[in-house]
């Protein structure tokens, strides 16, 4: 059976010129960095030229990287890095309602310690208001972070205004660019943040690696304790292998960027507009605009999520949705609800993220499984009146 | 690369055929019972309508707005109740609905609660019904 992934915002495959780049490094290249000798000094090598790949991807001296194992410990290491790093100086942290669990749980970590946070509300295409951050501002304000652009409804937020309001106040700015970086143009000199999470499995690097961009001066604990690596801001062997894969997808990604963003958009809002002209009670999340180049997020009214990916997935369609009935939890996505959607609709979304090996066929085949699904689902769904506009 | 059937662990074979073949899915004109159960925040949302003579259930039909295994279990639940009396359709419980679908994960057993529930509404609404004729 055709099998089309459309998962892309969960993970991405790993592209074959990063995992040819990377298998040496398990076998032949397996030294310890921290050792002296040749087999650590050869992978050592190895990851401060990863590093400049990844310095150079968003305009970062290459000492301001620090790996981390995935961009969830980069969020949990800024957050809490920043906060325990300061907290002489204030307690308060802003932060929005759409951020990923990888930052709003740090902050609910950091609530019960003594810390208060401010979770910004979004407007119904899920922008943050600049204003209300400078609004929530307070004397004793340590750090803000508002990611570049939302993982479910693909929205981009305005991070260089809130940025320049945060250092007009020489306030720490921290932006999870998880969903960004490697697809869109992030250069931390003209966005002016001071810590950026990044994560290699998004652009077609391998999984358990990422880095937190720190800007030259900016105060926070280390991580993890036990070692001098990363100059003594995360202990922990690195994982060699997966930094020089991490290297080198950053290395791809600077090179077809541009292409693949124009590619992707085109295939995006083919989606998104066959998706609105076949059927009706359809609510486009996030956006219209302002989004991920890859990213469609939308409410089939009166049908479930996890029973549409279930049949998606019985014709081969990978997908996500923000249904209660899909997460570990059994609670909506809190990104949909904070938009201001309805329940029903939270459940009834669909998230189909496009990627590198998605062509215009796929996009055709799409078209013709998701009505059919829609239909079955609805004339079983006791929400559906049909002739009711 | 394994087949379909391998990679699928999240529900078992039976649920995922009663969710694909639904039975029973629709309404029944002039029903003598309905329940109603579920609410959006959670999800699931179940409507029940029975036909009844000479106090055996004849007719079951539903219909649900809810995840696999919600589907599932309204359909596995009409089948179940279709030709027995009150008394033995109200000890149609969601665990013995659970089993007939050969198990549900823990998380989802929750769904099966919901045709429990819908189940017993609509023989409550039978009741009343034929206690007012």
Known sequence: MRRIYLDYAATTPTHPLVLKAMLPWFTDGFGNPASIHSFGQEAKGAIEEAREKVARLIGAKSNEIVFTSSGTEADNFAIKGVAYAKEHKGKHIITTAIEHHAVIEPCKFLEKRGFKVTYLSVDGDGLVDSGEVKKAITDETILISVMHANNEIGTIEPIKEIARIANDREICFHTDAVQTVGHLPVDVDELKVDLVSISAHKFYGPKGVGALYIRKGTKIVPFMHGGEQEHGRRASTQNVPGIVGFGKACELAQKEMGQEKDRLETLRDKLINGILDRIDHVRLNGHPTQRLPNNVNISLEFVEGESMLLNLDLVGIAASTGSACSSSVLEASHVLLALGLPHESAHSSLRLTLGQETTGKDIDYVLEKLPQIVKKLRAMSPLYKPGKK | ?133
């Open chain 2, 1 to 133: 690369m394994k087949s379909r059937k391998d990679l699928w662990s999240l529900y078992s074979e039976k649920v995922m055929e009663h969710f694909q073949n639904p039975r029973n899915v629709g309404e029944i004109e002039s029903p003598d019972g309905i329940g109603h159960a579920g609410n959006p925040v959670c999800g699931d949302i179940m409507e029940l309508y029975i036909k009844v003579k000479d106090d055996i259930i004849i007719d079951a039909k539903f219909k649900t707005f809810g995840c696999g295994a919600a589907i599932a279990t309204s359909s596995m639940l009409t089948e179940m109740v279709k030709g027995k009396t009150i008394e033995e359709a109200l000890k149609v419980s969601n665990k013995t609905v659970a089993e007939a679908l050969d198990g549900l994960p823990p998380i989802k057993m929750h769904c099966s609660v919901l045709a429990e529930e819908a189940l017993g509404l609509a023989i409550e609404d039978y009741l009343a019904k034929s206690k007012r004729k």
